[in-house]
């Protein structure tokens, strides 16, 4: 039987979702659960993508085949109680065998949040303590040159060596609410720090009087400094 979890976990005490020999990980974690759910079978499972250190999830998919006689729900309370309290399953449902949780998808939506007040330290693991202004209308006139297909080689740090740096973003965004930053970036996918490095690259805009039109067409991550830091970035959903 083939499964389809949803789930939600705070990343900042995770070496990143994927998993590494002796390190924490979410992809370790469930693994680990469903192998005493399974009677010691090692299980594989699938997500949508994977996120790194420090980066959250507020709706994640994976999906894995199970052979055990399970209701949905006990299959949840299991996974919920054999993981630790950073990692969330929402829900379990069964999906059809050709179902692939990372290439059955068709948009994917980030967040990433930024802090323009004074700094925070409750919030220093979920928000971008940045602590200055911002011009949000410059930077929401900036950010609507991302929108499309494009090369975004200058959004990716060059030893992620890919055969193709193409990608379609469908929206962008932003939000301000009380001195708290929301970008949304809306897409078919995204490269490793290309959202990070988009929210770098919006800062310059604003620090720097840099153009994204220009950074974009340049396909040169040098046109531009600092990456923004993980702690800001949620994966928000999945569409399949």
Do not use: W
């Amino acid at each position: 039987m083939r499964y389809l979890i949803t789930f939600s976990y705070d990343g900042t005490s995770f070496y990143g979702y994927q998993k590494q020999p002796k390190l924490r990980t979410v992809e370790g974690e469930l693994e680990s659960a469903l192998k005493f759910i399974s009677g010691g079978e090692d299980i594989t499972i699938h997500s949508s993508g994977r996120t790194d250190r420090g980066v959250h999830a507020i709706n994640q998919y994976a999906h894995f085949d199970l052979n055990k006689d399970i209701t949905l729900y006990k299959l949840k309370c299991a996974l919920n109680t054999h993981t630790s309290n950073d990692i969330y399953i929402k829900k379990v449902e069964i999906v059809d065998n050709l179902f692939h949780a990372r290439y059955s998808v068709k948009k994917k939506t980030y967040i990433y949040k930024l802090n323009t007040n004074e700094y925070n330290p409750l919030e220093r693991n979920y928000v971008f303590q940045y602590n200055k202004k911002l011009d949000i209308n410059k930077m929401n006139t900036e950010i609507k040159n991302l929108i499309g297909k494009h090369d975004y080689s200058s959004f990716v740090n060059m030893e992620d060596k890919k055969e193709s740096y193409i990608r379609t973003i469908y929206d962008a965004y932003i939000n301000e609410d009380n001195g708290i930053i929301t970008f949304t970036f809306i897409g078919d996918g995204f490269l490793k720090y290309q959202i990070r490095n988009m929210v770098g690259a919006l800062i310059e805009v604003c620090t720097k009087n840099r153009s994204i039109k220009s950074i974009l067409e340049a396909k040169d991550r040098t046109t531009f400094g600092k990456i923004a830091p993980p702690e800001g970035l949620y994966l928000l959903d999945v569409e399949y």
